[in-house]
């Protein structure tokens, strides 16, 4: 490898974090070992302290320090006290299968909480816990175990403290995103309305009929005049935050970090030009010498969207979540097509062309703010089971724990069901394990909670790919610790495989899962004597669980997600159209209690499209077919919900037969197509006529519905399963 080539790997790995994981990998692992192996850390304590160091230590925190902090002090509180649990349940069978149960319930709940930091706190908990279970029991063991895990956790979180400095990056991101927040707030200026009439005469000529005519054509002005104070407050404020950043980023443009910088810079670069084009817009729409009276109503979703749009880009800069990045992408098609839809009634309208310009660069300016984000999120490409359901930023405090945790809203049902298996499975693998008095029976129940997971593809992809990296790591630690090596060349062995194991983690993960079998074989038991009959007990504990849960996943999940997504949302949309239908097609149905639960029917139609998406994020990228353009399709159709439930707010509510109608047909289409998976006809045509049918209190949901019809028009069904070619 030539110097040049040299450097350009070396310039793109240390913008990634895994050779920084894998050293805290090792440096964790294999200090507590050689402590241990030394005698100055008792062999029990040295298991604990080393899983507890291991897991902090390979974990990618994002955010703040303060949020990093915060986190890892909690996982090793919950380490720490899976470990007490696990001895103080040990003596009685009933306690330890009700303590496996908690594990399991605590397990959906930590992929509950984070899908970023869950799984991994999932596992490590589960596997602390089983150890335990097979270690001498009591209220003592039970103190010494929290006590070295706590102290493990407590040196892994040394070790990412040590490695925070090397990558100086958060007051750079902080920067851009805070130009990215004012770009949200002057956007939130723009969507206020001005409570001022369209076209209002100037002043000058209205006829002298007293100081109580000019008085009320002051109170008229007034509100616009406290809005466009308000507008240029909030541009200026942006033009300060932005040359901020600028000026931020070009103080630290050092040897080294020019990559990084760059990319930040031409983020920051994508919020000015993007704000500067919405503020065309709003200089063009304000210019206009009349508007319609439903304007404001169609106006509305595309502003909203805009600025949650760049509420998500300020949280991704910062937290650098793969999850914050595919919201973006799903927030940069939603803008894009109520853009366009925006536009095209503006092209309709005479005198409007410098507002169809300004709306067709903003269109032009999206894809520009999607690869810029995307250039500074080191993880792009990777994928979990993250929910796809774009909530409302609009006013939302930006808390860095809120964003990074989820602790309100019900239970996914998936999630429910993962509970389930995994207690069960559980259950059983901790019966087994205590009623045979097996020495290293943890591995029974341990691989079945590293196999199983909660979302379809990932257990059945991911199944024999972890069976397969255990049973083989297993069998290479046996060959390992049965060469009788020098205790120098297996310790350096040993680090080897620690250092693989952190750098493969978030790269190969069935390679990862062979590496970390053999460091935790050689903790467990390089100190004790190596017989035949330890191994047959480790391979047979390994091979059950895994086939168990393997079995599993088959007999629940015979599909893959994508091939079960469309006629799911194919029921979103008919749930939609038969609230219109109900809602507004004659006067006489409006108030009819049918309405509430039609409306009832779409909202938990759209629950269960978000569900089926969410599944399908943790399948295989292979799987994972056009993804970001259901993910569209599903919100604005649950944006349409709300905007019908928003019209149907009005008293009285508006009867409109000839929308009602239009709306209906081209939903029904648009179901019809989804469910044969094939381009459903005429949608460009049912578009043209949803304004012209729509009064003004429907604006909002036409808006919506027509943005919906251009997704689904554009949508490409040759990728996904059975769809008609």
Partial sequence: ??????QAWWERERLRPDLARATRCM?????????????????????????????????????PYSLRVTLLLAKSVILAAAAGLGAIVGHSLGLSLAAAALVAVGAGYWRRLSTEYGPSL??????????????????????????????????GLLLQIAFWPLRPEH???VAVSDAWLAAADFIAQIAKPDDAPAGREPRAEIPLLGTVVNAAADALAAPQTAHLSAVGTAEAFLRQACDRGYAVLDSAAQPGRSAVVD???????????????????????????????????????????????????????????????ATTNVRVRRVGHLGRVLREKAEALAGAGPVAEALRQIEGNLPEVAAALAATIDRAGERSAFSLELTELSGAPLRPLTLALNFGGAWNRALVRYVARIGILT???????????????????????????????????????????????????????GLQLPWAALMAAVALCCFVFGYYLKRNYALAVVFITVFVVAMTESFSPQTLRLTEERLGSTLAGGLTALAAALLFWPVWERDRVRPILA?????????????????????????????????????????????????????????????????????????????????????APEFAAAAEGALQALADGFAAGRLPEGLADRRSGLYRTAPPPLARAAAELSALLLEGHEFDFASLPGAQR
């Fill in 427 to 481: 259950l059983l693998g901790v019966a087994v394990m205590k009623l045979s008095h097996l020495p290293h029976g943890y591995w029974l129940p341990f691989t079945m909670i590293l196999v199983m997971q909660p979302d379809y593809g990932s257990t059945r992809q991911k199944a024999a790919q972890r069976l397969l990296g255990t049973l083989g790591g297993s069998i290479a630690a046996s060959i390992l610790l």
């Fill in 571 to 655: 029921r979103g949309f008919r749930s939609n159209a038969e609230l219109v239908r109900l809602s507004f097609s004659s006067a006489t149905l409006i108030d009819q209690p049918a309405v509430v639960g039609a409306r009832r029917v779409a909202e938990a139609a759209n629950a269960e499209v978000f569900s089926s998406l969410q599944r399908m994020a943790g399948d295989p990228k292979d799987r994972q077919d056009r993804l970001e353009a259901l993910a569209a399709l599903a919100n604005g159709n649950q944006r349409l919900t709300r905007a019908l439930a928003l019209a149907l707010m009005h008293d009285p509510p508006t009867a």
């Fill in 171 to 173: 007051p750079l991101r």
């Fill in 1 to 6: 490898m030539s110097g040049l080539t040299l």
């Fill in 122 to 155: 999932a596992v490590s908990s589960g596997l602390i816990f089983y150890i335990a279970l097979a270690y001498p029991s009591g209220l003592i063991p039970a103190r010494n175990h929290i006590i070295a895990t706590f102290i493990g956790g407590c040196w």
């Fill in 27 to 63: 440096v964790s692992f294999m200090a507590p070992l050689l402590m241990a192996a030394y005698g100055r850390l008792p062999l029990i304590n040295m298991v604990f302290v080393a899983i507890a160091a291991q897991s902090l230590s390979t974990v990618d925190v994002r955010g």
């Fill in 263 to 325: 990319r930040l810079r031409e983020l920051n670069r994508a919020a000015a030009r993007l704000s500067l084009r919405i503020s065309a817009y709003y200089g063009a729409r304000g210019a206009m010498s009349s508007r319609p009276d439903d304007w404001a109503e169609s106006e509305a979703p595309f502003l909203t969207a805009a600025q949650n749009l760049a509420r998500t880009v300020a949280i991704a800069v910062v937290s650098r979540n793969p999850a914050h990045l």
